[in-house]
């Protein structure tokens, strides 16, 4: 794989809308696990989820919709998920800034 950080790479909106029975969560922190090595390795920027409307939005950094699906089928959630895969124009948030100045 490329480096996350190569200028091939593109942000992808992920939103997921699922739904919940006991062996969803039972599989949730096996979920967990494979996020946070998503984070860690720069593929995902970040993740959120709704539990009260059960959706849920990343940010995935991808050469292209393909790869995006293929490290959202990783996940032991899959099956029970609709996915929406969007490729962002602009991203913009307070991580990408400068930080405040801050005179002594």
């Known amino acids: 794989m490329e480096n996350i950080n190569d200028e091939k790479f593109s942000k992808f909106q992920v939103i997921i809308r699922f739904y919940m029975d006991e062996t969803f969560m039972k599989l949730v ?10 984070i860690d ?9 709704s539990m009260e409307t059960q959706r849920s939005w990343m940010i995935v950094n991808a050469p292209d919709k393909k790869e995006v699906q293929h490290y959202l089928e990783q996940s032991s959630l899959y099956n029970y998920w609709t996915i929406e895969i969007e490729e ?11 930080p405040a100045l801050q005179l002594n």
Do not use: G, T
């Open 41 to 49: 390795k720069n593929v995902v920027d970040y993740y959120a989820v």
């Open 29 to 38: 922190p096996a979920h967990r696990v494979y996020i946070n090595s998503l």
């Open 88 to 98: 962002l124009f602009v991203y913009d948030s307070q991580a990408y800034r400068l």
